[in-house]
């Protein structure tokens, strides 16, 4: 099992930028698949973006391509999600998930995880 910590949260405005850490510990950090979940209120949970375990890798979810950057620094065991141009529809609670599989069914990733964080609140302001 690995435990995960989510960092970084907070309130910003359209446009702005946030970064998201994710602190893991409990098996060797490159031994397993990463990813960023997030959910808004009154909807279902969604894929945001997801590493390999040797970052040579990364997926996006369509609405967050060009704008969301995931990365893993292996010295400090954390996964990160680099958040910029943010709008209104960002807001969600952002979950960090690691040790599953990633695939692209067509043409679009799709991944399973089975350890979550507790999650972190992002609000997007107009």
């Known amino acids: 099992q690995v435990q995960l910590v989510e960092f970084g949260g907070g309130l910003v405005q359209a446009g702005g930028s946030l970064r998201l850490s994710c602190a893991a510990s409990g098996r060797t950090f490159n031994s397993y698949n990463m990813g960023w979940f997030r959910q808004a209120p009154g909807k279902e949970r969604e894929f945001v973006a997801a590493?390999?375990?040797?970052?040579?890798?990364?997926y996006y979810a369509d609405s967050v391509k060009g704008r969301f950057a995931i990365s893993r620094e292996y010295v400090k065991n954390t996964l990160y999600l680099q958040m910029n141009s943010l709008k209104p529809e960002d807001t969600a609670v952002y979950y960090c998930?690691?040790?599953?599989?990633?695939?692209?069914?067509?043409?679009?990733?799709?991944?399973?995880?089975?350890?979550w964080g507790q999650g972190t609140q992002v609000t997007v302001s107009s």
């Open positions: 998930a690691a040790d599953g599989i990633i695939k692209v069914v067509a043409g679009r990733p799709q991944a399973d995880f089975g350890s």
């Open positions: 590493i390999n375990w040797s970052a040579s890798n990364t």
